[in-house]
């Protein structure tokens, strides 16, 4: 138990579905991330947030939209889905956006969400 | 960025000591190094962090010579439980972790 929590964690959707994941913590943390693990693939990181704002985007495909509307949740909105995004979708927090001295920049990430599109 | 170079996999039976050697040859001056164990169907955890010499905290050891192009983490009389994919990381602190990269690690099986 990280203290961050993925719901869900399987979803099956087809490609003309909409859906959204979401993220909770309660860590007291003010940055949380989305990332990507496909099969044999290191993690991507998709989405940044700090303080509610969205720092980084890696090109990510607009069929994946973010939203941070407070610094304890996130959402990732899924809309129109290609078989190629399945995958296990992982959010993490830490502590800060940039890392203070003596903090290590943790990351803690939940169990995650393991999306089939079919 | 620094880019890490580690073992695609290792083996090892239980009760043996175990380290696994990261290359990071173009590490940069305000740079850390920082693993993590990821295990099936979970998010990866943070293990340990070090800057130079050697940290030890109850789970594993990092020893990280003078000149830092590498690091090696110990992992002392492992179990079964710790069958895992081990990350190792390099970063400045000072810029949070969007900028950290996760390679493909080192898949460490432990036999019986």
């Known amino acids: 138990e990280t203290g961050v929590t993925q719901t869900p964690r399987h979803l099956v959707m087809g490609m003309t579905n909409k859906k959204s994941l979401k993220c909770e913590q309660h860590l007291g943390h003010n940055a949380m991330y989305w990332y990507k693990q496909s099969a044999k693939k290191p993690l991507e990181l998709m989405f940044v947030y700090s303080l509610e704002e969205r720092v980084e985007n890696n090109s990510v495909p607009s069929r994946f939209s973010p939203e941070c509307p407070n610094s304890s949740h996130l959402f990732l909105h899924l809309h129109t889905l290609q078989p190629e995004d399945s995958a296990l979708y992982l959010c993490?927090?830490?502590?800060?956006?940039?890392?203070?001295?003596?903090?290590?920049?943790?990351?803690?990430f939940g169990e995650g969400s393991r999306l089939t599109v079919l | 960025l620094a880019k890490t170079t580690q073992p695609i996999s290792m083996d090892s039976y239980e009760g043996q000591e175990v380290n696994i050697t990261c290359s990071h040859n173009?590490?940069?001056?305000?740079?850390?190094i920082t693993w993590y164990q990821q295990f099936p169907s979970q998010g990866p955890r943070f293990i340990i962090q070090g800057y130079k010499t050697k940290v030890t905290n109850e789970v594993a050891s990092l020893f990280i010579p003078a000149d830092r192009k590498s690091s090696t983490l110990s992992l002392p009389r492992v179990s079964l439980s710790d069958t895992a994919v081990y990350y190792c990381l390099v970063g400045d602190r000072r810029f949070g972790n969007e900028k950290l990269t996760f390679g493909t690690g080192t898949r460490l099986t432990i036999i019986p």
């Open positions: 173009n590490i940069a001056t305000n740079d850390y």
């Open positions: 993490a927090s830490s502590p800060a956006g940039l890392a203070g001295a003596g903090d290590t920049g943790e990351l803690f």
